[in-house]
């Protein structure tokens, strides 16, 4: 039943034009959320990624990339090795206004692998050493993470930083950053 859902879903997908998938899509804030824009179902790191500023090498979109984080159609894989592999994003904001915050991460397991999320320069996240969390692939809601967070200018930087140990990876995908009240991120 997954596998056939699955067909359905990138069949579904196909059919819908590039750019729309790549812009933010209201309420989100975040171009290129689930890190599908430059491709599906790849088996390489996928460089550059669409909306995103990335610095280190072995960083990009995938899908099957890491045998361990396998499950979801696309997604962003830091492999950085020795120093953080950095991905980050500009959006627009509204000084004072709350937001949330959220994605999916999830680690395979490796020793030395390393996450952290930022929201404007500030960790609202970190792991070291995370086991691997079979919610990534069920989708049961285990690795999904959010924060309440307030911008403090009209733009504001989110950056998701990991590393690994050389063969491994840390995953994140599903990245959405919405206005806790949307009256309030219209003024």
Not at 14 to 21: D, E, H, K, L
Not at 46 to 53: C, D, K, R
Not at 90 to 108: K, L, M, N
Not at 165 to 185: F, L, Q, W, Y
Request: charged share 15%; with cysteine; net charge negative.
């Amino acid at each position: 039943m997954r596998r056939h859902l699955a067909g359905l879903f990138c069949f579904l997908f196909s059919i819908v034009p590039a750019g729309a998938r790549c812009m933010a899509q209201p309420p989100n804030l975040v171009v290129n959320s689930s890190f599908e824009c430059d491709g599906v179902q790849t088996s390489n790191l996928v460089f550059p990624i669409t909306g995103w500023s990335a610095e280190q090498p072995r960083i990009g979109e995938t899908s099957t990339f890491n045998s361990i984080l396998v499950g979801h159609l696309e997604y962003l894989a830091i492999c950085a090795a020795g120093t953080l592999g950095v991905v980050s994003q500009s959006i627009e904001t509204v000084p004072g206004q709350d937001y949330t915050f959220a994605f999916t991460f999830g680690s395979d397991g490796a020793e030395g692998n390393f996450f952290q999320a930022k929201w404007d320069d500030q960790v609202v996240m970190q792991a070291a050493g995370m086991r691997f969390k079979p919610g990534w692939i069920t989708f049961d809601g285990s690795v999904e993470y959010s924060f309440i967070v307030t911008a403090s200018s009209r733009r504001t930087r989110i950056s998701l930083e990991g590393k690994g140990n050389g063969r491994s990876c840390v995953g994140v995908d599903d990245v959405s950053v919405t206005p806790v009240n949307s009256h309030a991120a219209n003024r």
